[in-house]
């Protein structure tokens, strides 16, 4: 059974940081897509970091330049670093993954979630 389990959500200030974690170990197939979606209050969840097979990044625009996606393939560890945060981040994070090679926007692609971690920037 594929658990995915998000950490390090919280409170910061606008122009903090923040780093989220995601334990995969328990999804075998860690040479395939993973990323981070958020779903801000009253909003869809968007896609706004992914990290394909071949450890190549893609990024939405909205935070492009100031989140940085990456995986610990040893540890089975995804992170999402989060830098000079503004309160428009504000939202719930989920990390996801699905067995394609290269990672789609769409949510509907991805059958496994974690159960989300909320992040506010005040």
Excluded at 62 to 76: L, M, P, Q, W
Aim: aromatic residues 12%; hydrophobic residues 30%; contains cysteine.
């Amino acid at each position: 059974d594929v658990q995915l389990v998000e950490s390090g959500g919280g409170s910061v200030q606008a122009g903090g940081s923040l780093r989220l974690s995601c334990d995969t170990s328990t999804f075998t197939g860690s040479s395939y897509c993973m990323a981070w979606f958020r779903q801000p209050p009253g909003k869809e969840r968007e896609g706004i970091a992914y990290i394909h097979h071949d450890l190549t990044t893609d990024y939405a625009d909205s935070v492009k330049g100031r989140f940085t996606i990456s995986k610990d393939v040893a540890e089975n560890i995804l992170y999402l670093q989060m830098n000079s945060l503004k309160p428009e981040d504000t939202a719930d994070y989920y990390c996801a993954t699905n067995w394609r090679l290269r990672c789609t926007e769409n949510p509907s692609d991805f059958p496994y979630w974690g159960q989300g971690t909320q992040v506010t920037v005040s």
